[in-house]
């Protein structure tokens, strides 16, 4: 079974930045597209941002010009750099993976999250 291991998470100031990272326990070229979803308290998870295997990416509004998505495929790694981070960041952030297929259905993975906190 296909595991994401995420990690980077912490407390920051606004204006701070942190990277989180997402490991995956297979080669990231096995997944159609990749991504990084958030879950503040009392809200619906959103998307932050994905890429696909073509390396095509693809940012929330509310993040353009703040976040990256990024990967390694040797480390299969996703990498989500957060700058200027802003009290309204702070949630947990998820990384999300769908199997590569031909055909559906497709095969879709989660980490288990990692907590963002941005003081004010």
């Known amino acids: 079974q296909v595991q994401l291991v995420e990690s980077g998470g912490g407390l920051v100031q606004t204006g701070g930045s942190l990277r989180l990272s997402c490991a995956a326990s297979?080669?990231?070229?096995?997944?159609?597209?990749m991504g990084w979803y958030r879950q503040a308290p009392g809200k619906q998870r959103e998307m932050v941002a994905t890429?696909?295997?073509?390396?095509?990416?693809n940012h929330a509004d509310s993040v353009k010009g703040r976040f990256t998505i990024s990967r390694d495929t040797a480390k299969n790694t996703v990498y989500l750099q957060m700058n200027s981070l802003k009290p309204e960041d702070t949630a947990v952030y998820y990384c999300?993976?769908?199997?590569?297929?031909?055909?559906?259905?497709?095969?879709?993975?989660w980490g288990q999250g990692t907590q963002v906190t941005v003081s004010s």
């Open positions: 890429i696909t295997i073509g390396g095509n990416t």
């Open positions: 999300k993976a769908q199997a590569l297929t031909m055909t559906a259905p497709s095969h879709i993975y």
């Open positions: 297979e080669s990231i070229v096995s997944f159609s597209y």
